[in-house]
DNA sequence: TCATAAACAGTAATTATTCCTACTTATCAA
DNA sequence: TTGATAAGTAGGAATAATTACTGTTTATGA
C-alpha cells in the first residue's frame, strides 16, 4: 500500500478525532486541506484502510461510521442526539468464555448499544 | 394497525423460519400465494412491524436481515456461506453489572459475531 | 531517470430502501 | 346495510450511500 498525501491525510484526520465520522465527514474535512478531493478518493482509501486494519468500521447506522480507534472496545449511540460513544465492556472475556461451545470459528466480535446519553438525559430534566 | 392477509402471510412467514431473510427473500417466497405483492409492500410491513416489536432486524450486513424471534438472543454470520446463526450469550448480564456506571440509559443492545461455522471449517477439511 | 503499478478526480452506475399516487379494503358509527 | 374514513396496496419514481469506470497523475524502487 503506498502513501499518497491524501491517504495520510484521512487517516489522520479520523485518528485525531472522536467522533466516529462518517466518509461525508471526512470527506468534508479532509476537503479544506485537499480541495480537489473526491468522494471516491475518500471512500477507496477507507475501504483500503479497513483492509489493511489501521480502522474499523461502524456498520449498525443507516451511514457506515469509521473509527481510528482499533483497541478493542464497545460504542453507544444516543437516538437523541445520535452521537457515538466509547464504552468498554468484558465482551471479550464473555465470548472467549462462552464462544467456544457453540463450535464456530469466532474471529470477531461487536457489542452495539443504543439508549439516551448521559447529556441529552440531564439536558431534558 | 390493521391485519391484512399480506400483512399476516409476512409474519407467519418470518415467523416459520430460521434463516434471517432479507425483503427480497420475504418478497419472492411470500409472492408464491400473492403474485401481486410488491416490494413497497413488504418493506412497509416490515417496518409496521419493526415499530410493534414484532419482528427485529439486523443491520450489521448491507442489507437488513429480519428476525422473528424477538427473544434476548444473539447472531452469529458465517464469512463463508453468509448464513446467520443464533447463538445465546449473557450479554444482558454484562450490561445490567458494567453499563450503569458510564451514566447513559441504555435501551437495547446487539452482540453481533463473524467467523466461519462449524459446519464451512468442517467442510474444508 | 524511468517504468510501472497504484492512486487520483470526475462521473456514471448500482442497489437497498423510501416516497408518491391513485386505487382498494377493513372498520365503525349512523 | 350503508357510507365515511383511515389504513393498506401495487406499481413506479425518487433518494442516497456506495462502488465501478475512465483517462490522467504520482509514488516507488530498480
Ligand atoms: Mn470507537
Ligand atoms: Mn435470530
Ligand atoms: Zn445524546
Ligand atoms: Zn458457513
Known sequence: MRFSSQREA???YIRGV???PTALDIHASVKKS???????TVYRNLNQLLEHHLITAIKQDEVVHYDGNISDHQHFRC???DSIIDLEFPVRDIVLEHGPRFGHEIHAYELYMTG????????TK
Open 79 to 81: 437516538k437523541n442526539c
Open 10 to 12: 484521512i487517516l489522520s
Open 34 to 40: 485537499f480541495p480537489s478531493l473526491s468522494l471516491g
Open 116 to 123: 439516551i446519553c448521559k447529556n441529552c438525559k440531564n439536558e
Open 18 to 20: 472522536q467522533s466516529h
